[in-house]
């Protein structure tokens, strides 16, 4: 699946699997891509090699926090009273024109 920002297609692969969900972005460089973790609260950036940009989605898909260059060795956690959340992990420096409120939507290509 892609999300277009900024008049670009960036690739988003879904963190379905176990071991897909562990790993996430783990060791990466030049990440070029975003994971989206569905049904998920937090994420950590532990044994990352560069910055993240974090995006939590409603059940709507609706921006309802935003980190931009979350670095490595860092925990990032919704608050417990929102429930049905998403995370999508992605490049840094790819989310600098979303805001809060805003509506995300996912092209299958």
């Known amino acids: 699946m892609k999300l277009k920002l900024n008049k670009k ?3 988003i692969k879904v963190a379905e699997s176990f071991y897909a969900r562990l790993t ?7 990440i070029d891509y975003g994971i989206l973790f569905p ?3 937090s994420i950590h950036t532990y044994f990352m090699k ?5 995006i939590a989605l409603n059940q709507n ?3 309802i926090f935003k980190v931009e260059a979350l670095p ?3 925990v990032f956690k919704v608050q417990k009273k929102v429930q ?8 840094h420096n790819s989310s600098q024109n979303l805001k809060l409120g805003q509506k995300i939507k996912f092209e299958n290509w």
């Open 9 to 11: 297609h960036i690739n």
């Open 24 to 30: 996430g972005l783990i060791g990466k460089t030049n």
């Open 39 to 41: 049904k998920c609260n």
């Open 50 to 54: 560069e910055p993240i940009d974090v």
């Open 61 to 63: 898909n609706e921006i």
């Open 72 to 74: 490595p060795n860092k």
């Open 84 to 91: 049905n959340t998403a995370i999508l992990e992605l490049p």
